[in-house]
Nanobody, 124 residues
Framework: VQLQASGGGLVQAGGSLSLSCSAS????????MAWYRQAPENERELVAR???????YYADSVKGRFTVSRDNAKNSIILQMNNLKPDDTAVYYC???????????????????WGQGTQVTVSS
């Protein structure tokens, strides 16, 4: 399974950006999907997560400003980011918990899959 992310860019504080990510491959299913971010000299942190059933989790720092959604049919996730702040500046990474299906279910395996990072820069 591969994740392809798009979106990001440069925006002024208070502006909006949207990130999207889709999974591709063969004989797979996607469980949780999420967005993480990593600012320079910081550890990677979870921004928002959405389960296959649609339950969501947000980091406190983005609650009320970011919205995560997914399309199970397209194996995709979108992060809508509003009222962006300079502290949101980071490289954003798409994540998926994927199950690779074998011909026999007993050989199915779960994998953590990461997309390439996409830069989000918020100027003050």
């Amino acid at each position: 399974v591969q994740l392809q992310a798009s979106g990001g860019g440069l925006v002024q504080a208070g502006g909006s950006l949207s990130l999207s990510c889709s999974a591709s491959g063969t004989r797979f299913s996607i469980n949780d999907m999420a967005w993480y971010r990593q600012a320079p000299e910081n550890e990677r942190e979870l921004v928002a997560r959405v389960t296959r059933g649609g339950s969501t989790y947000y980091a406190d720092s983005v609650k009320g400003r970011f919205t995560v959604s997914r399309d199970n049919a397209k194996n995709s996730i979108i992060l809508q980011m509003n009222n962006l702040k300079p502290d949101d500046t980071a490289v954003y990474y798409c994540y998926a918990k994927s199950t690779q299906h074998a011909l026999s279910p007993k050989y199915d395996r779960d994998y953590d899959v990461w997309g390439q990072g996409t830069q989000v820069t918020v100027s003050s």
